[in-house]
């Protein structure tokens, strides 16, 4: 693992348009049953402009970020080794349908244990206006040589 990635930071992926159907598979999928991840009608009652998100639906649109990384030449990431080891999400407003989302990679730490490397990378998700809207943390470990 190549310990100068610390502190790069990616090119934003395109843009991600959030659908109602791709919220409800994916609240099927975690079996979140919230009414307001489901009905419409509900996530207005609850004074939604549309359906939320369930509070993991992040990793979604965090996945083309993690590509990048995995795909940078000099990253020196063997995907066969790596190991998700900690996702974290920071809100500043749910996720609806509708929002048109953004992503950008930052790498926030990389440390060696016990001969393995831990990456941590940072993708703050913001909406068309440029305004944050969650930053997806996660930690990825790379197994080192057995």
């Known amino acids: 693992m190549n310990p100068e990635l610390q502190g790069r930071v990616f090119a934003p992926t395109a843009p991600y348009l959030v659908g109602r159907e791709k919220i409800r598979e994916f ?29 993991t639906f992040p ?5 083309a970020t993690l590509a990048q990384l995995l795909a940078e030449p000099d990253a020196g990431i063997d995907f066969s080794r790596v190991v998700h080891g900690d996702q974290r999400f920071s809100y500043t407003r749910p996720i609806v349908a509708g929002d048109e989302l953004t992503a950008t990679l930052s790498v926030a730490g990389i440390k060696s244990l016990g001969g393995h490397s ?5 993708s703050t998700i913001v909406d068309a ?14 197994r080192g040589d057995e």
């Open 27 to 55: 609240a099927h999928a975690v079996l979140a049953t919230s009414p307001v991840n489901l009905d419409l009608d509900a996530a207005i009652a609850a004074g939604y402009s549309d359906i939320v998100a369930p509070p």
């Open 59 to 63: 990793i979604v649109i965090q996945e």
């Open 118 to 122: 831990m990456v941590t990378a940072e």
């Open 129 to 142: 206006a440029g305004a944050h809207v969650v930053t997806a943390i996660s930690t990825l470990v790379v």
